[in-house]
């Protein structure tokens, strides 16, 4: 057959296809990397896109210098990616990958390149050469980051890095198999969402074991119904409490129901009716609260009752026993919250945690949605009686030394700092601690008066009887990053020179852990006040120092680098550099800025929220899952806000469809000067990938006593993670973002769902080792419990995903034991 014949074959199409694909992404490396050499970035990518020009005209022409050039270009890539990431697997992904599936593609056009020269057949073999060492290196590099598990509901073990992984032997249960446990004493309950008011979130049972845990069976399940039926912000973190034979949970939509805690039967449940409208951030209802009054007979209606808030802002006590509201508690069995509150819109002033008690006074905070207006409804904490439902005392920092409702025809301070966490509480010392939030509008600070910079972003003492601030501390001064108290405080005894001192552990968004004396708010660790960057659009404003914990373990990652972008790809890669030169970044405390982007890093997920840290008392170890991640975000000015039609909730002429909401791209800060765009994901605009390389979250333990971290590892499979949005399905430890916390046993099991992979997971507390995972049918972003029902230890996890994180809705409560012990 004659040459021209031949040259229009298969083989031909295939070569200018490749050659158009390398053409197609050489362009833009090309051009990308030019600008990024004007932003001061690295030199790779305008040689290697050259280098990708070069071979693509040279395919088009049927030359086998294609296969040189590009051998050159890979050999070049191959160097630069270990000079700069080392054998980081998870840093070589964007770099290595897609070069060696390229030089793949180019060695496949060999059949019709110009054949049998020499020089050609000795470029075949330095390419194949090439290719095995580049791919060896990725294999290499990918050995540290994990392993693949045999099968997802297998137990796994998952080591920190540089630690052998020790044989697990197989404890899968067999028909013949006995259980290796002890039927339990009754009593063991958990009566508030941490466990207790104090929050340690640990149990001192110890039935299920590293031994048997692989045995864990789920027992039964319980759906609530509340699901979405259109867009609504669905997704609930529920903790159940439980006291005696029973389970009190609460639905998305604060329906309250009562199970029997041994089998799931359901004895009564209770329809508060909360329309969909009234969903602020995020459908959630994370606890309930159980109260026994002590004045009232044992068989009188409502001597023990659970108190829930609902997202329209009622607060409502029913009997335990029958569901039924409590007659003398408020108006009827339900306290309107929104008294005093003024001026709001459905979903704005939205509680989604439980009251605290404390004695008998349930303190109440609630959920402000931020971004929207600085005339938000106020933070106000208030104290009700837990019998009567009476207003005790508010604590409304606007009105300093009242401590009543407002005059007739007033209201609460608006835009004061709120708490829309879990406080916790201490009942001999009849203290409430409260994790603060922002003043109203997070990242604009210009107007807040003396008292709101003073208590935002701080760990507030106040006395339950009174109201009072007992002591403060902040965290965090002249907070602009929304660096709020998310995690609930932890009451514990810590371990000092001088013996235990009673301590609140108040973990934080920075991934710190500020420790101090719960009675008189003395730090017990060190604290340092560090320069903080300066400048942005409140020089004079902007607090020239912040503090710093320096003798106790924090969490904190390096500051970002222009090596730590990342994505599928090194056209992705090479736009998220680019995008990191053209912001502004001073590390931690970089000033908000409107001229050009700032990144914010450790973001505003970052650290700890309001799954707060678990710590067993009896080995003095604290364990704590973190986010890893950036914000990429931008001041709007307000000219330019109010163009594109961004109003905050309460405007008459409020468009849901617009870029505004409470984490929406665009939020509107009105009556400030700017609005905020917050990137909380700074995704590649291509794969969808996030633009910093993992991991996104991880897992730690921290000794108390030494104040040594035990073990620190990623946490989070990328099972449910990939480009475009796929689940990739690789059951890998690439650390997700994550959010809900753990439960600690005294067998030394820690159970947490919380990352984005919907799995369920037991942890060796002192080794990190995992040793058992089930997935479960939607997001697991809820903290499990675990206590005693029928001689058995009972493992419960709410399954209700998260809209924000992009976890599958449910409403799924499901409970996990050891088989039925054989008599």
Aim: proline share 9%; hydrophobic share 40%.
């Amino acid at each position: 057959m004659a040459r021209g014949e031949n040259a229009r074959g298969a083989a031909f199409w295939w070569a200018m296809l490749v050659a158009t694909i390398i053409l197609i992404f050489g362009l833009p490396i090309a051009a990308g990397g030019v600008w990024l050499i004007a932003l001061g970035g690295s030199w790779y990518y305008l040689p290697a896109g050259i280098g990708l020009l070069a071979t693509a005209i040279l395919l088009y022409r049927r030359s086998s210098a294609a296969i040189w050039v590009y051998l050159v270009t890979f050999i070049g890539t191959l160097i630069w990616a270990l000079w700069e990431a080392g054998f980081n697997g998870w840093a070589q992904v964007p770099r290595l990958v897609a070069p060696s599936v390229v030089l793949i593609l180019v060695l496949t056009t060999l059949p019709e390149l110009r054949k049998g020269d020499w020089p050609l057949r000795r470029g075949m073999a330095a390419a194949a050469v090439t290719i095995i060492a580049g791919l060896g290196v990725v294999g290499i590099s990918q050995s540290g980051v994990g392993r693949l598990m045999a099968q997802e509901n297998a137990p796994v073990i998952e080591t920190p890095p540089a630690e052998a992984a020790p044989a697990l032997p197989d404890i899968a249960p067999t028909a013949a198999a006995t259980p290796t446990y002890v039927t339990l004493e009754t009593g063991v309950d958990w009566p508030a969402y941490g466990g207790t008011h104090k929050a340690t979130r640990y149990s001192p049972l110890e039935q299920i074991t590293r031994d048997n845990v692989g045995q864990l069976e789920q027992i039964w399940e319980f759906r609530t119904g509340d699901l979405p039926t259109d867009d609504e912000a669905f997704g609930n973190q529920n903790t159940p409490v439980k006291v005696g034979d029973r389970l009190y949970l609460c639905s998305a939509l604060n329906k309250i129901t009562a199970l029997d805690a041994a089998t799931g039967t359901q004895f009564w449940t209770y329809d508060p009716v909360v329309s969909t409208d009234a969903i602020g951030y995020n459908a959630s209802c994370r606890g309930l609260v159980y109260f026994e009054d002590p004045t009232a007979p044992a068989d009188q209606l409502c001597a023990t009752r659970v108190v829930n808030l609902t997202h329209d802002a009622r607060m409502i006590a029913l009997d335990t026993e029958t569901g039924q509201p409590c007659p003398d508690f408020g108006n009827a069995g339900i306290v309107n919250l929104l008294e005093g509150i003024g001026d709001t819109a459905p979903g704005f002033y939205a509680p989604t945690s439980p009251p605290t008690l404390v004695r008998d006074v349930l303190v109440v905070g609630s959920q402000v949605s931020d971004g929207q207006t600085r005339e938000a409804p106020s933070g106000v904490i208030r104290g009700y009686s837990a019998v009567t439902g009476e207003l005790e005392w508010a604590w409304d920092m606007g009105r300093p030394g009242e401590t009543g409702a407002p005059p007739e025809g007033e209201v609460y301070t608006p835009g004061t700092p709120n708490v829309w966490t879990i406080a916790s509480g201490d009942d001999e010392l009849g203290l409430v601690y409260l994790p603060m939030g922002n003043s109203a509008v997070d990242y604009w600070g210009g107007d807040r008066s003396e008292a709101e910079n003073t208590y935002s972003t701080a760990i507030v003492a106040l006395d339950v009887e009174t109201g009072q601030v007992r002591w403060h501390y902040q965290t965090v001064h002249y907070d602009v990053w929304d660096y709020d108290l998310g995690g609930q405080g932890t009451l514990v005894d810590f371990p000092t020179a001088d013996g235990p001192v009673p301590a609140i552990i108040m973990p934080s968004k920075q991934a710190q852990f500020y420790i101090l004396n719960r009675e008189t708010g003395e730090p017990l660790v060190t604290i340092e006040e560090r320069p903080a960057p300066q400048g942005g659009v409140e020089p004079e404003r902007l607090s020239p120092t912040q503090p710093y914990v320096t003798d106790f373990p924090n969490l904190l990652k390096p500051e970002l680098t222009e090596a730590d972008m990342w994505g599928a790809t090194p056209l992705d890669q090479l736009w998220c550099r680019i995008q990191f030169h053209q912001a502004s970044y001073a590390g931690v405390y970089t000033p908000p800025t409107v001229d050009q982007p700032w990144i914010q890093f450790p973001g505003y997920n970052g650290g700890s929220d309001w799954g707060g840290v678990a710590v067993d008392p009896t080995k003095g170890i604290m364990i704590a899952n973190y986010n890893n991640m950036p914000n990429y975000n931008q001041l709007v000015p307000r000219e330019e806000v109010d163009a594109l039609g961004v109003l905050p909730i309460t405007d008459p002429n409020y468009d849901p469809d617009t870029e505004s909401g409470s984490h929406g791209s665009l939020s509107p800060q009105a009556l400030t000067p700017y609005g905020i765009r917050v990137n909380a994901g700074w995704r590649v605009p291509f794969t969808g990938l996030l633009c910093k390389e993992p991991p996104y979250g991880g897992i730690a333990a921290i000794d108390l006593n030494t104040r040594q971290v035990l073990w620190d590892r990623p946490f989070g499979s990328a099972r449910k993670n990939g480009p475009f949005g796929i689940p990739s399905m690789l059951p890998v430890d690439i650390g997700t973002p994550n959010n809900g916390g753990g439960v600690i046993t005294a067998s030394g099991l820690f159970f947490i769902a919380a990352a984005t992979d919907d799995i369920l997971r037991a942890i060796d507390i002192e080794t990190g080792e995992e040793v058992w995972q089930v997935v479960l049918p939607a997001g697991g972003q809820a903290t499990p419990m675990t206590y005693e029902a029928g001689g058995r230890q009972i493992v419960v996890i709410n399954a209700g995903g998260h809209d924000f994180m992009e976890t599958p809705i449910g409403d799924y409560f499901i409970a996990y034991a050891l088989p039925q012990q054989v008599e």
